[in-house]
C-alpha cells in the first residue's frame, strides 16, 4: 500500500508538499488507476515551468502524432513520450519541457493529459501557482491531441476552466505545469 499519510501522520490532502511538488488530485473510485485501499494520484510541480511555449517544435506544429490523443486521467505520461518520440529532446516545447523537469529530484514529470489538467484547474486554489486573471495568458497545455482535427492541441483556460481546441494549433505561445503520478 502506498503511504496514505504525511509524516506528521495526518491523511494526504490536497495541496500538501508531497514528493516533489504539491498533491493536486488523488483517484476517487471510477478514475483509470484506481485500487481500492490504495492511495494514488497526481502531484503537480509547485509552480510553471514557462509561459509563452509552443506545444511542438516548429518542424512539427502541423503534424499528428501518434498516440497522444488519450485525454483520460494517468495518460498525460503515455502521451508525453509520444510527442517527445516525434519532436526529440529538448526544452524549446511544451512537452520536453515537462518531461525535464526534476523537482524533487524525480525524473518522470510529464505534461497532462485533458483530463489531468481539468483535475488540476478544479484544485488550482489548493495547489496553487496558477495564473488565472485575464491579462497574464491563462491557457495551459495539455498532452492530449484532438482525435478529429490533428493539429490542434486541447488547452484549459485557468480563468474559467474552458476547454479548448478551436484557435489552439500547436504553435501558439500557452503555459506549462508539469504534473506526475504516485
Not at 514528493?19 to 481500492?36: C, H, K, M, R
Request: aromatic letters at 12%; hydrophobic letters at 35%.
Amino acid at each position: 500500500m502506498l503511504q496514505s499519510e504525511t509524516p506528521t501522520g495526518k491523511p494526504l490532502a490536497i495541496g500538501d508538499p508531497y514528493e516533489g511538488g504539491t498533491l493536486a488530485y488523488i483517484l476517487q473510485s471510477g478514475d483509470p488507476g484506481y485500487v481500492p485501499g490504495e492511495t494514488h494520484g497526481l502531484i503537480a510541480a509547485a509552480a510553471d515551468q514557462r509561459a509563452g511555449i509552443m506545444w511542438a517544435v516548429h518542424a512539427h506544429r502541423w503534424a499528428f502524432v501518434p498516440g497522444a490523443t488519450r485525454t483520460a486521467i494517468g495518460s498525460g505520461a503515455a502521451n508525453t513520450d509520444a510527442i517527445i518520440a516525434q519532436n526529440g529532446a529538448g526544452t524549446t516545447y511544451a512537452a520536453g519541457l515537462a518531461r525535464a523537469y526534476n523537482g524533487g529530484g524525480y525524473s518522470d514529470w510529464c505534461l497532462p493529459s485533458k483530463d489531468e489538467l481539468n483535475k488540476l484547474f478544479l484544485n488550482r486554489v489548493a495547489i496553487g501557482g496558477f495564473h488565472s486573471t485575464r491579462g497574464d495568458q491563462p491557457w495551459y497545455w495539455s498532452s492530449s491531441e484532438d482525435e478529429s482535427v490533428e493539429n490542434y492541441a486541447w488547452i484549459q483556460y485557468f480563468v474559467n476552466g474552458d476547454q479548448s481546441c478551436s484557435g489552439s494549433f500547436k504553435d501558439p505561445t500557452n503555459r506549462v505545469r508539469a504534473v506526475r503520478a504516485f
